[in-house]
């Protein structure tokens, strides 16, 4: 995957991830500083789970579950 596609899935799935734990996103470079890290996240889950995800449908819901178990972890340590 190149540059341009890693920061686009970055962006999208921090977008959703935004979307889905809080209601809004982070602005641009938010949402792909939290996707980028989010994809991070969800290729460790993902592999510790067994679960394959290819292709850049399988990216960007990768992504988007490691964004927001990212964002739930976040949050937990917040609300201390």
Known sequence: ???IAFLVVGA???WLA???MKGGGFGLLGNIM???IGSMVGGFAFGLLGISAGG????????TVGAVLL???VGLFKKS
């Open 18 to 20: 935004g979307n889905i």
């Open 71 to 73: 964002l739930w972890i």
């Open 56 to 63: 850049m449908l399988g990216s960007i819901v990768t992504a």
């Open 1 to 3: 995957m190149g540059v």
């Open 12 to 14: 999208l799935a921090g």
């Open 34 to 36: 939290v996707g980028v």
